[in-house]
Every structure is written in structure tokens, then in C-alpha cells.
């Protein structure tokens, strides 16, 4: 075969336990300094259009309907995937690229758009190498522990979006079992996500995201984890604490669907990283006055009784989680300092998918 033409689709996430930060002997692999644990969304997603062809080594680009060019940062971060995954696999350059990818919710305001824009396209690059080069195929992409790790070298929270069972998934943060020489592979293939709970396990959990505001963040979250490892004195006592309690803390409540347990782990998870983000030099401020307003609002509503809880990325945009029966009365809640029409009401979702145009 000479092309392939793929469309593929990703959703996004929301992390629980965040991932902020490399392994700094292990920063060219992305390889996390902790695990993180999130929830798969059903109705934020990107869409990936790939068409590959035999030929001279090139990408275009087009995000949301706009052709991006080679001195812009989007494409900077498509051609350094492609760089860092041909290291790996040098018949990459092979190949042409022609990818078109549409985002249906707020880029780069905190809603995880480059998580899901690369999983959908690790997820068509191993659809139409699954046709091209099979042989490279099985030894990169035959399951979606290998696309989840070859995801991860585009972003690190795409590699949660990948497992096609969706739901609650949990990227390993894989170092702890490398032996004392790994290879290029073992340090490519050792973190990885999978799900531990599929889209169906708690469906009484409702995921509801709030646009607070819509511009860009004004520093990046790849370019924040890296001061906050560098400057911040709390760092290294903060993974240790989220990888060897709060995460086993969170995979117990998860898995016994204790919510106010559950809602606890995830308030405090939240607040811990933006602790980390603003001990970091210069301070980290991704939270806004409104932002703050959400966290009000939800401690006052849970005093007698805990019916949600509030995370928040690198971004003021708050994402809520409360229980079906609870649902309006959150809402009406939510409601005094957020419009409907930023109100965007999610399910857990399934994975990653792809299919062969015709």
C-alpha cells in the first residue's frame, strides 16, 4: 500500500490526580514523576482526519478549520512528536502527513485540548500503520498500552485518553519497575495508561464543566510543570504523598463508589497542585476571582451534606462532579456565578477510536 486515509476520534479528560511534571533523567521520554488518575468525558472530543502517503517527509496541519504554518507553536509541538517518535521508528519519514483536526470545545483554556488532539492522532497514526507497515504496527501500536505511550511523547495527559474502554483510567507512572539498564524501548513502553474502571462502572457520577473564561492561559502547562519541578521546596514531598496515599485513597473510594470520599480526595488533590503552583518561582496563578467564587460556592453547599466536589487543571475553568440525584440542585447552585450556556453537563465516556476512509 502506498497512502492511507483515516478518521479517528479522541475525548478528553479530566485528571483527578494531576500529572505536573517529568522525571527530569527521564524528561526526553516523558516519563512522569508521578502517576495520575482521571475520568474519560463523553462529549468533548477531538476529530482527526490523517491521510499518509509514500513520499517525501512532510507535515501540513490544519487545526479547527485553519491552516497552521510552520513557524506557529501548534505546529512546533506536532513536528516534535513526530521528530521524538521517529527516533524510534525512523521509516516515519517515509511518509507524508496531511492532518486536519477539529476541537469541539475551548482550546487551551484548561479543558485538556492538547490531551485529546494527540490521542486522536497516535490513534490514526497506529490505524494507518496498521495498514502501511504492519510489521511496525505490531511492535509500536498492536495494543493501547503502546499507543497510550506513544501518545504521551505528544502530551502526557493524552496518554489517558487512548484506552478505548474509557471511564476511570490511570497512567502509570512506570519508573519504579525499570531495571538498571533500560533500554530505549523500556523507558518508551514503561508508562502507560489503561483503565481500571470502564465507562459504565459509576453511572450515577455526573462531570459537569464550567467556561469561566475563554482565553488562553498565558503560560503554558509544559512550560509550568518545569519551574514548579525546579523552584517549587514542596515538590518532591508532593509526589511522594499523591503516589503512595492519595492515589491508593482514590482507587479505593472509586472502586467502593463512596462519593463523599471520593469528593474529598478530589477537592484536596486539586487544591494540593495549585499549592504547588503557587510556591513555584514565579508563582503559578492559574485560578481567577470567579474560579475562587466556584470553591466557595461548593463548601458552603456541601456543610451539612457533601453532594460535589471541584477540580481544576492549569486553567481557571473549574470541572464538578456530583451525583445524578444531586444534579439540579448543584446546578442551581453553579448557576449564580456561571451562565447555562457555559454549563457543559458530561458522562464518563468511552476511549480513543479509528476508521478507515474509503
Same mark, same amino acid.
Given at each position: 500500500?502506498?497512502?492511507?486515509?483515516?478518521?479517528? =476520534?479522541?475525548?478528553?479528560?479530566?485528571?483527578?490526580?494531576?500529572?505536573?511534571?517529568?522525571?527530569?533523567?527521564?524528561?526526553?521520554?516523558? &516519563?512522569?514523576?508521578?502517576?495520575?488518575?482521571?475520568?474519560?468525558?463523553?462529549?468533548?472530543? =477531538?476529530?482527526?482526519?490523517?491521510?499518509?502517503?509514500?513520499?517525501?517527509?512532510?507535515?501540513?496541519?490544519?487545526?479547527? *478549520?485553519?491552516?497552521?504554518?510552520?513557524?506557529?507553536?501548534?505546529? %512546533?509541538?506536532?513536528? *516534535?512528536?513526530?521528530?521524538?517518535?521517529?527516533?524510534?521508528?525512523?521509516?516515519?519519514?517515509?511518509?507524508?502527513?496531511?492532518?486536519?483536526?477539529? *476541537?469541539?470545545?475551548? =482550546?487551551?483554556?484548561?479543558?485538556?485540548?492538547?490531551?485529546?488532539?494527540?490521542?486522536?492522532?497516535?490513534?490514526?497514526?497506529?490505524? +494507518?500503520?496498521?495498514?502501511?507497515?504492519?510489521?511496525?504496527?505490531?511492535? %509500536?501500536?498492536?495494543?493501547?498500552?503502546?499507543?497510550?505511550?506513544?501518545?504521551?511523547?505528544?502530551?502526557?495527559?493524552?496518554?489517558?485518553? &487512548?484506552?478505548?474502554?474509557?471511564? %476511570?483510567?490511570?497512567?502509570?507512572?512506570?519508573?519504579?519497575?525499570?531495571?538498571?539498564?533500560?533500554?530505549?524501548?523500556?523507558?518508551?513502553?514503561? #508508562?502507560?495508561?489503561?483503565?481500571? %474502571?470502564?465507562?459504565?462502572?459509576?453511572?450515577?457520577?455526573?462531570?459537569?464543566?464550567?467556561?469561566? +473564561?475563554?482565553?488562553?492561559?498565558?503560560?503554558?502547562?509544559?512550560?509550568?510543570?518545569?519551574?514548579?519541578?525546579?523552584?517549587?521546596?514542596?515538590?518532591?514531598?508532593?509526589?511522594?504523598?499523591?503516589?503512595?496515599?492519595?492515589?491508593?485513597?482514590?482507587?479505593?473510594?472509586?472502586?467502593?463508589?463512596?462519593?463523599?470520599?471520593?469528593?474529598?480526595?478530589?477537592? +484536596? +488533590?486539586?487544591?494540593?497542585?495549585?499549592?504547588?503552583?503557587?510556591?513555584?518561582?514565579?508563582?503559578? &496563578?492559574?485560578?481567577?476571582?470567579?474560579?475562587?467564587?466556584?470553591?466557595?460556592?461548593?463548601?458552603?453547599?456541601?456543610?451539612?451534606?457533601?453532594?460535589? =466536589?471541584?477540580?481544576?487543571?492549569?486553567?481557571?475553568?473549574?470541572?464538578?462532579?456530583?451525583?445524578?440525584?444531586?444534579?439540579?440542585?448543584?446546578?442551581?447552585?453553579?448557576?449564580?456565578?456561571?451562565? #447555562?450556556?457555559?454549563?457543559?453537563?458530561?458522562?464518563?465516556?468511552?476511549?480513543? #477510536?479509528?476508521?478507515?476512509?474509503?
Amino acid at each position: 500500500m502506498e497512502k492511507a486515509a483515516v478518521i479517528s =476520534t479522541a475525548p478528553t479528560n479530566i485528571a483527578i490526580i494531576k500529572y505536573w511534571g517529568k522525571k527530569p533523567e527521564f524528561e526526553n521520554y516523558f &516519563i512522569p514523576t508521578k502517576s495520575s488518575a482521571s475520568f474519560t468525558v463523553d462529549k468533548f472530543y =477531538t476529530t482527526t482526519n490523517l491521510e499518509v502517503k509514500k513520499g517525501k517527509y512532510q507535515i501540513l496541519f490544519e487545526l479547527n *478549520n485553519k491552516k497552521i504554518l510552520p513557524s506557529k507553536e501548534e505546529f %512546533f509541538y506536532i513536528s *516534535n512528536f513526530f521528530e521524538r517518535l521517529a527516533k524510534f521508528i525512523p521509516q516515519l519519514k517515509n511518509y507524508s502527513y496531511s492532518i486536519s483536526s477539529v *476541537n469541539n470545545f475551548p =482550546t487551551a483554556a484548561g479543558f485538556a485540548s492538547s490531551a485529546s488532539g494527540f490521542a486522536a492522532l497516535s490513534r490514526a497514526l497506529a490505524c +494507518a500503520m496498521n495498514i502501511l507497515e504492519p510489521k511496525i504496527f505490531e511492535k %509500536f501500536f498492536s495494543t493501547d498500552e503502546k499507543i497510550s505511550a506513544i501518545a504521551r511523547l505528544g502530551s502526557g495527559s493524552a496518554a489517558r485518553s &487512548i484506552p478505548q474502554k474509557g471511564g %476511570f483510567v490511570l497512567w502509570k507512572r512506570g519508573f519504579d519497575f525499570l531495571g538498571p539498564k533500560p533500554t530505549d524501548l523500556d523507558l518508551l513502553f514503561c #508508562s502507560y495508561a489503561h483503565s481500571l %474502571f470502564d465507562f459504565n462502572f459509576w453511572k450515577e457520577l455526573k462531570i459537569i464543566y464550567l467556561a469561566l +473564561a475563554k482565553k488562553e492561559k498565558k503560560i503554558k502547562s509544559r512550560i509550568g510543570m518545569q519551574q514548579s519541578l525546579a523552584t517549587s521546596p514542596f515538590y518532591s514531598q508532593w509526589v511522594e504523598y499523591e503516589e503512595k496515599i492519595l492515589l491508593p485513597s482514590l482507587l479505593e473510594a472509586i472502586n467502593s463508589k463512596n462519593f463523599e470520599n471520593f469528593a474529598k480526595i478530589t477537592s +484536596a +488533590a486539586s487544591n494540593s497542585l495549585h499549592a504547588i503552583m503557587l510556591s513555584t518561582s514565579p508563582p503559578l &496563578i492559574y485560578l481567577n476571582q470567579k474560579s475562587l467564587a466556584v470553591i466557595n460556592l461548593i463548601e458552603e453547599l456541601n456543610k451539612e451534606e457533601i453532594l460535589a =466536589t471541584y477540580t481544576f487543571d492549569a486553567g481557571p475553568n473549574p470541572v464538578i462532579f456530583t451525583l445524578q440525584k444531586n444534579e439540579k440542585k448543584v446546578l442551581d447552585t453553579i448557576k449564580k456565578v456561571c451562565p #447555562s450556556k457555559n454549563i457543559f453537563i458530561q458522562n464518563i465516556g468511552q476511549g480513543s #477510536s479509528c476508521n478507515v476512509k474509503l
